[in-house]
Nanobody, 128 residues
Framework: QVQFVESGGGSVQPGGSLRLSCAASGFILDYYGIGWFRQAPGKERVGVGCISSDGSTYYADSVKGRVTITRDNAANTAYLQMTSLKVEDTAVYYC??????????????????????WGQGTQVTVSS
């Protein structure tokens, strides 16, 4: 059974940090690029960043310098480390995997509809 299970969301104060995880089962994450997305209340889902199968990364301007995406292929898991969190980072965060060997700049251009597997989403709330 294929699963992509997210964890690590929660509530933090502005300036705080969180690390989200996405653990894959039923498929080998090595062969997939991974995208992170978020959807704030009343807004469309947007890309946060991505990491390719060989580890190259891309970040949206809104999070650049505050977010780090990594992957541990041995653990079949991807991570989104967020620091200096702002109120406007409040959203449901999703991870997604797409079968491609191409780099992060390419993955960043892909429409969300082509991603093969999605996490269930995890809520991140930043408030004082």
């Amino acid at each position: 059974q294929v699963q992509f299970v997210e964890s690590g969301g929660g509530s933090v104060q502005p300036g705080g940090s969180l690390r989200l995880s996405c653990a894959a089962s039923g498929f080998i994450l090595d062969y997939y690029g991974i995208g992170w997305f978020r959807q704030a209340p009343g807004k469309e889902r947007v890309g946060v960043g991505c990491i390719s199968s060989d580890g190259s990364t891309y970040y949206a301007d809104s999070v650049k310098g505050r977010v780090t995406i990594t992957r541990d292929n041995a653990a079949n898991t991807a991570y989104l480390q967020m620091t200096s969190l702002k109120v406007e980072d409040t959203a449901v965060y999703y991870c997604a995997a797409v079968s491609t060997q191409r780099g992060a700049l390419h993955i960043a251009t892909l429409p969300s509809g082509v991603f093969d597997y999605w996490g269930q989403g995890t809520q991140v709330t930043v408030s004082s």
